[in-house]
Nanobody, 125 residues
């Protein structure tokens, strides 16, 4: 399965972006999808994930209430809707797919098998 992340860009603080993660060479069926981000000089950090069942999501405290993950099975795409963006949200955002059935494990990068190439989000103050 190949993942393609897109939708990043430059936005002012308070703005919104919708990031997309499209799968090719396979489907997201049977996979949970997570979003991670990495800012310059910092480690990759968990943003949020949707369980393979499609019914449960989990978010980092830093984005809870501002970011929403949802999936469109017909389009084989998972979205990360980002609202009320802040300068500290600036990072490269990556999507990844995990076959884990354990909800809490979706926060752990090593639980993911497939990774997309990343899309840059820059939030200006």
């Amino acid at each position: 399965v190949q993942l393609q992340a897109s939708g990043g860009g430059l936005v002012q603080a308070g703005g919104s972006l919708r990031l997309s993660c499209a799968a090719s060479g396979g489907t997201f069926r049977g996979y949970g999808v997570g979003w991670f981000r990495q800012a310059p000089g910092k480690e990759r950090e968990f943003v949020g994930a949707i369980h393979r069942s499609g019914g449960s999501t989990i978010y980092a405290d830093s984005v809870k209430g501002r970011f929403t993950i949802y999936r469109d099975n017909a389009k084989n795409t998972v979205y990360l809707q980002t609202n009320n963006l802040r300068p500290e949200d600036t990072a490269v955002y990556y999507c990844a797919a995990s076959s884990s059935i354990i909800y809490s494990s979706l926060q752990i990068p090593s639980q993911y098998t497939y990774w997309g190439q990343g899309t840059q989000v820059t939030v200006s103050s």
